[in-house]
């Protein structure tokens, strides 16, 4: 639960403006996630925040009884607009692109990625 409420809700202080900027990490099972925001602006009591960062994963996996090691480094961007009252993310475009191997039976295979995710709330 606290993964999907971090992604549909984000608390910004009372009379934030635009230009606050903050940063958070997330590291767990191989996956360090270092992510920086800026308030792009506020209209409305909407505010457009940007987002830009870089994900590192190590880890080992099981793939059809073989031990797959995956490293793979990510630059990640994107932008959301949320609520200022409710706190509630209205929209969110996050756009993902890395590189890296997996490595397995002494083989190692490079990795390119691409991923864009958009999603949408409602207010509350």
């Given at each position: 639960f606290t993964k999907i409420?971090?992604?549909?809700f984000v608390a910004l202080p009372?009379?934030?403006?635009?230009?606050y900027t903050w940063s958070d990490s997330l590291i767990m099972d191989g996956v360090k996630?270092?992510?920086d925001y800026?308030?792009?602006e506020i209209s409305n009591n909407i505010a457009t925040v940007?987002?830009?960062g870089t994900q590192i994963t190590s880890k080992t996996i099981q793939q059809?009884?073989?031990?797959?090691?995956?490293?793979?480094?990510s630059k990640l961007s994107g932008e959301f607009k949320v609520d200022t009252?409710?706190?509630v993310v209205l929209e969110r475009t996050l756009v993902s692109e890395g590189n890296g191997t997996a490595d397995a039976m002494g083989q190692s295979i490079p990795i390119t990625s691409k991923i864009t995710a958009t999603s949408t709330g409602k207010p509350l």
């Open positions: 409420a971090g992604e549909a009372a009379g934030v403006k635009a230009g996630i270092y992510r800026n308030i792009k940007a987002l830009t059809m009884g073989a031990e797959v090691l995956v490293n793979l480094s009252g409710s706190g």
